[in-house]
């Protein structure tokens, strides 16, 4: 890579021409509104630009899969790290199930929060960007919640099969949505601290529910085995996504102009889909194994 100087403010940084997998020079150095981050089994993340085409990979410094990801307020990503080979058990020196930083150049920097149980699998941040969330797919399945200035507070779900698998914050700050790789879309109120009742008013299609996003009307995306679900602000459904291949759907985020991004984990596809419609706008391949990807997030 090549450095020179660039002036942001009154502050002076050094500018990375960073290069992507193909030797081609990337066209973002910075994170920006619209990027598309893909996180596989192999602890990468591919940074996408907007249309879906790579912009570079990150590479970090901990071990484990690559699994939810999420922004904080100074546009910094947040990954999950959940280690799976016996040898994490006995490296002493090294932080194994966890959360890793990149810097909004995507830079590696370190590891966030601590207390975890085992298996952190997914991370979401409160409206303000300062209050983090993460799920535990293992062990005890608690909710962690990271408050500035505050030691870590545990809530204690309840679980379908695997703790609390994706999560996601509903407007209120108070309920947390979550699914448990089961037949449901559950529910917790974190200010109260209370179990709140399931979401969905049916069990789900694919009985496997994985990823999931709040949306502006209240109701719910979820990825749900071979579909992707819509439900209603009441917990109907109301749609659902599929394309014609075999399919198992993880990570799926909004863009936030009526449209998301879903990742088929059974082909390693990636595509974009109108909310509305259903229709797909355009779609990518990972360029990966099948069953490698995991987690997708739009930077906002």
Known sequence: MIGKTTTLGAVLIPALLLLSTDGAKAINLMFAPGDVFVSLESGAVQWRLPDGTLNRILVGTVPGTGEGMGFDAGGNLYVTRWCTEPWCQTRESVATDTVEVFGTLGQPQGTFGSGYDCAPHAIV??????????????????ILKFAPGQSPIAFTVAPDTQGSFWIDLAADACTIFYTSWGPNVKRFDGCAGVQLPDFNVAPMPGGATQDLRVLPDGGVLVSSGQVIARLSASGALVQTYEVAEPGFWAGLDLVGDGTFWAANYETSNVYKFDLTTGTVLSSFNAGTAPHTVVGVRVKK
């Open 125 to 142: 941040f409160d409206a303000a960007g300062t209050t983090a969330y993460v799920g535990q797919a293992g062990c005890t399945g608690a």
